[in-house]
């Protein structure tokens, strides 16, 4: 257990052999001929004969101080050593080992080259040390004092290293390295393997090797440990959004029309297609009397949550305003006031609204800067209704002309957004107006249900089902 003392070294430097200090509390460096350990067993995996032979005598010392050439490499190899501490001030190493005087010859020789040491001599004084603070390395011995030849005791301590999330590397230390042993040792998570009695230089080498492979494996767990945070967090922000817009798009849906209005000789038809959960087109009916509806389209620039927010805004100040009482034209400046102050210079509305007389088949409307609805005639000719003035938001005040239309039965008034007609194909193409106003003329005798379902058919056959921007179809028939 004890070690064998030789020639007293007056050296500053380090023996390549194990070290220790002597009980009588001298300051002398020893250098060690031998290390007496437990009895030996078994084959050792490395031989015994390389530690002995990296041992130069007091002659070969001599000799290489006498050698003029030796000073320059004997200069870089003190740069490097100067570096190799330097690295070392940040690195913390945890010995275990049961032999005192084998942890004060390692304290010595590594406190020498700037490491922070600790030392246990337990199993379970090691395993209570890694719970309370972090190191960079663990140098373990695998015999203790219940067993001094299997390693057993060394193993059972791996295992539960093992179970430890973020474990510094390992290097063991025996002088019972068998091969079986080595291996076992190995499959338990031990990073290398240093015999007893060990070399100085080649321990060295091995703690600092191991020292840096630990800390590029730990920055590449925490590396990958944030990522996979960002992601948790990135997918839990993800679903939060997704929640919140199908509530929007359920609240959005109840502003618009759940039923249609109907009036008497007449057939009207709505559509609403969102190219988002939520989107920024708006229409509605809205019962004035008996004998008045009024209709209105809108399309709020943008996408997305802000143009529903802005939709929704709409939407109440139209239902506030309409009535028999105000006119069209009046309405449309009153709105635009409205939406002025309520909006950034950005954010402007297009829009369409109008009156129409049941009785007198008579449609006075205005058209803010909103896509010129249709009028198909029975006989195959149309018309725009383009009377009006800008859209509305981009100024304070505004003033509208007003637009009148007169109907006849067989009639078909469309309203729609530009999603509609800048629906494009996988090529490139856009819709069209014209391609609408063919479909319309083709089918102008259809139903309003079935000419609504004609126009979103054709539109999403054309696109692919793939709607850049929110559509919306408002069809008026008129009845024969």
Not at 10 to 39: C, D, N, W, Y
Not at 288 to 303: F, S
Not at 359 to 382: I, M, T
């Amino acid at each position: 257990m004890g070690f064998f003392f030789g020639t007293i070294l007056r050296s500053p430097l380090v023996s390549e052999i194990g070290m220790s200090v002597p009980a009588s509390g001298q300051t002398e460096i020893f250098s060690t001929s031998a290390i007496s350990h437990k009895a030996l067993k078994g084959k050792p995996l490395f031989a015994r004969g390389r530690w002995q032979s990296g041992c130069p005598s007091k002659l070969e010392r001599t000799d290489a101080r006498a050698l003029g050439s030796a000073e320059k490499p004997a200069m870089v190899a003190a740069a490097s050593e100067t570096s190799w501490n330097h690295e070392a001030m940040q690195s913390r190493i945890l010995i275990a080992d049961d032999q005192q005087d084998v942890l004060d010859a390692l304290r010595l020789l590594l406190k020498g080259h700037g490491y922070s040491i600790e030392t246990v001599n337990s199993p379970a004084d090691l395993l209570a040390s890694v719970a309370r603070q972090e190191f960079d390395i663990l140098l373990i011995d695998l015999n203790y004092a219940r067993d001094t030849t299997s390693g057993r005791e060394g193993l059972d301590v791996l295992s539960r290293l093992k179970e430890l999330e973020d474990s510094p590397p390992v290097v063991a230390m025996t002088g019972w390295a068998t091969v079986g042993l080595a291996v076992e040792a190995m499959q338990y998570g031990v990073s290398d393997f240093v015999e007893k009695p060990w070399t100085n230089t080649r321990l060295l080498e091995i703690l600092r090797k191991q020292i840096e492979l630990g800390r590029e494996r730990r920055e590449s767990r925490r590396h990958a440990a944030e990522e996979a945070k960002a992601r948790e967090e990135a997918l839990i922000h993800q679903q939060e959004q997704e929640r919140e817009i199908a509530e929007a798009k359920a609240i959005q849906e109840k502003l618009l029309p759940r039923e249609i209005p109907q009036m008497p000789g007449y057939e009207i038809a709505s559509a609403w297609q969102s190219a988002r959960l939520v989107g920024g087109d708006y229409f509605d009916i809205l019962p004035l009397d008996e004998k008045t509806l009024g209709l209105c389209i809108a399309d709020v620039a943008g996408k997305g949550m802000p143009a529903a927010l802005l939709m929704s805004n709409l939407q109440a100040a139209v239902r506030g305003l309409s009535s028999l009482s105000v006119a069209p034209h009046l309405l449309c400046s009153r709105l635009n006031s409205i939406v002025y102050r309520n909006t950034d210079s950005d954010r402007f509305i297009t829009f369409f609204y109008a009156q129409l007389d049941g009785d007198k088949r008579h449609l006075s409307y205005v058209n803010a800067g909103h896509n010129p609805p249709f009028v198909v005639r029975s006989d195959g000719s149309h018309e725009r209704l383009r009377e009006g003035g800008a859209v509305l938001g981009v100024f304070a005040s505004r003033n509208y002309d007003l637009g009148s239309a007169q109907l006849s039965p067989g009639d078909r008034v469309i309203l729609f957004t530009d999603g509609v007609t800048e629906a494009c194909s996988p090529a490139g193409e856009e819709f069209g107006e014209t391609r609408l106003l063919r479909l319309l003329e083709d089918h102008r005798a259809l139903s309003a249900d079935e000419l609504q379902a004609k126009i979103l058919g054709a539109v999403a056959e054309f696109s692919g089902s793939r709607w850049q921007d929110d559509a919306t179809l408002l069809v008026l028939a008129v009845c024969e």
